[in-house]
């Protein structure tokens, strides 16, 4: 008996042990709409999680909010409940972007990655976008302050989208539109006047596209506290 004691007491102080060495990983967690920020060290990952739905047309985008830091090289990765990676972003300057339709319901994953020798403070964001069809308008404003501003449309038939800037800045916002399964640049136009109108041609026969209202990270670094007002229409 007093065996079996000494055998329960040294088991439990091994398994206080590994509850001291190998301490429960909390979870991040993220809902469309929502603006969490964080710091990442060089070569590390941080995940947020968040439920999604079948349909849901999102855009994950991560900007550096602190232009001192070295966080030049970042990536973003969407999982499903597997962990199995379903895009990844792109190189690009001080921030990071990824969407796409999803396909099931249940959790998904955003992971912050950077594997280089890179670290700093960054903001992310998840959006589930408002479809655009035919006829339909939207408008808005955008500055160094406000996060970038992202609109779907869908690619079943052929449609024109119109765009308008009003008091714009010289270079700042841009407007670009991707498509949204890998998010590739399908067309784009920046402002070099105050008031600006063009339109691109998108063809159909695709999912779906992004448009994408932008004021950068990069942006920031010379363009800062420049703002504009915005019309888009989809025709």
Known sequence: MLKLTRLLVLMLLLGLLVVA???????????????????IEEESE?????????GDVIVAHLWSTN????????????RDANG??????????????????????????IAVITDTSY?????LAVYNLEVLGSGDTAEGSIDGDSED????????DDVTVVFAFEDA???V????????????????????????????????????????VEYSASDLLIYDGMESDFFIAVE
């Open 67 to 78: 232009l001192d830091d070295d966080l030049t090289a970042i990536t973003l990765e969407l």
């Open 173 to 212: 916002p841009s407007f670009r539109v991707y498509n949204a399964e890998d998010f590739s640049l399908v067309g784009y136009f920046v402002s070099v006047v105050e008031d600006a109108t063009g339109g691109i041609n998108l063809p159909g026969g695709e999912d779906m596209y992004i448009i994408a």
């Open 46 to 54: 941080v995940e947020y999680f968040f439920e999604g739905a079948a």
């Open 169 to 171: 800045e010289r270079f």
């Open 21 to 39: 060495v190998f301490p429960a990983m909390a979870q991040d967690t993220i809902e469309y709409g929502d603006v969490v920020e964080g710091e």
């Open 119 to 123: 670290g700093g403070e960054y903001a």
């Open 84 to 109: 199995d990676d379903i895009i990844t972003s792109s190189y690009t300057l001080r921030e990071a972007t990824v969407s796409a339709v999803l396909e099931d319901d249940g959790e998904y994953s």
């Open 149 to 156: 501003q992202y609109f779907a449309v869908s690619g079943e």
